[in-house]
C-alpha cells in the first residue's frame, strides 16, 4: 500500500512538474501563431484570438539574417559535435589502456581543468592572439573539442568491454587503431550517441562565444542563439543606435524554429540514452 501510494505520488508530482516545463513554451508556441496586433492586445494565451502565419513569412521570406544564422548553428553544431565525438573518444581509449605511460598525469591534469578554470581572459588572450583563431569557427569549436566529464563517461563505459575481444583481434594482427575502428566503436554506440546529444544541445544553445571571438565585421557568423539575444536587446532599447524593435511574435517564432532541430534529434537518440549513461556513470 505505502509503494502504490508513493508511485501515485511520483506521477502527480512529475505530471505537475512536466506542467510547469512545458507551458512557458506552449505560449511561445501559440504566440508565435498568432498576429502581432492581437498578441499587443490580449498578451500571451494558450488559444490565440487571431490565427497567423505572417511571423514564420517574415522569417522565411524577408528575414535573411535569421535564415543565415541558422545555417551557422548546423555548421557550428555539426562541426563541434563531430569534432569532440572525435576527440573525446580516443582520448577516453587512449587513458583505457593499461600499458600507457603517464596515464596518471594526464587524469590528473584532466581533473584538474574540469574543476578549475584559467578564466575569460587568459582564454581569450590564448585563442585570439596566440593561436590567431579570431572571426573563425575554430574559435568556438576547438576549447570544447575534449570534454572532461563526457570522457570520462566514455573511459567507464569502455571498461564495460570484454578484455577478450581487443586481445583476440591483437592475436590476428590488428593494432589499436583498428581495435578501435572496427570493434570499440561499433561497441560504444549508446555512450557515443549519448555524449553526441550532450555535445549537439550545447553547441546548438551557444551564444557567448560567437559573441566574443566574431567582431562587427564578422556578424554574419553568428549562430541563431546569438542573433535571438541581438533581437531581444533590440526589444529593450527599440532606440539605442537607431535600430528598431523586433517584431515579438517573429521573436517567438524564432524560437521555435531553433528548438525544433533538438526536439527533431532527440527521439531518435532516446534508446541509447539511458543505457549509455547508466553504463557510463556506474562502472568503476
Known amino acids: ?39 499587443l492586445t490580449n498578451g ?14 517574415k522569417i522565411f521570406t524577408s528575414a535573411s539574417d535569421i535564415l543565415n544564422a541558422f545555417k551557422n548553428s548546423i555548421i557550428i553544431t555539426v562541426g563541434g559535435t563531430l569534432l569532440q565525438l572525435c576527440v573525446t573518444t580516443m582520448t577516453a581509449y587512449a ?3 593499461k600499458n600507457l605511460k603517464g596515464k596518471k598525469i594526464f587524469m590528473a591534469l584532466m ?16 585563442i585570439a592572439s596566440t593561436l590567431q583563431l579570431r572571426n573563425t569557427y575554430l574559435a568556438v569549436l576547438l576549447p570544447g573539442s575534449l570534454h572532461i566529464w563526457n570522457c570520462i563517461l566514455v ?11 581487443e586481445e583476440a583481434a591483437k592475436m590476428d594482427g590488428c593494432g589499436y587503431w583498428r581495435q578501435f575502428v572496427q570493434i570499440i566503436l561499433p561497441l ?3 555512450i557515443i550517441a549519448t ?6 544541445v550545447a553547441y546548438w544553445n551557444m551564444w557567448s562565444a560567437p559573441e566574443l571571438y566574431f567582431d562587427s565585421n564578422h556578424r554574419h557568423m553568428l549562430p541563431i542563439t546569438a542573433l535571438l539575444r541581438q533581437m531581444i536587446q533590440q526589444n529593450l532599447n527599440p532606440g539605442g543606435g537607431g535600430v528598431s524593435g523586433v517584431a515579438e511574435t517573429v521573436k517567438m517564432a ?21 543505457s549509455g549513461l547508466t553504463l557510463g556513470s556506474v562502472k568503476g
Open 155 to 165: 573511459m567507464n563505459y569502455l571498461r564495460t568491454i570484454p578484455v577478450e575481444l
Open 95 to 97: 587513458l583505457t589502456r
Open 195 to 200: 555524449i553526441a546529444l550532450y555535445a549537439a
Open 254 to 274: 524564432t524560437t521555435v524554429l531553433a528548438t525544433v532541430p533538438i526536439l527533431c534529434v532527440y527521439p531518435f537518440l532516446q534508446r541509447f540514452f539511458m
Open 1 to 39: 500500500m505505502a509503494r502504490k501510494s508513493f508511485q501515485i505520488f511520483n506521477y502527480i508530482f512529475l505530471t505537475l512538474l512536466g506542467v510547469i516545463f512545458v507551458l512557458p513554451y506552449l505560449y511561445i508556441i501559440v504566440g508565435s501563431f498568432t498576429s502581432e496586433a492581437a498578441y
Open 111 to 126: 581533473m584538474f581543468a574540469m574543476l578549475f578554470s584559467g578564466g575569460l581572459i587568459p582564454s581569450y588572450i590564448w
Open 188 to 190: 560504444a554506440v549508446p
Open 44 to 57: 500571451y494565451q494558450l488559444w490565440p484570438q487571431e490565427w497567423s502565419l505572417d511571423a514564420y513569412k
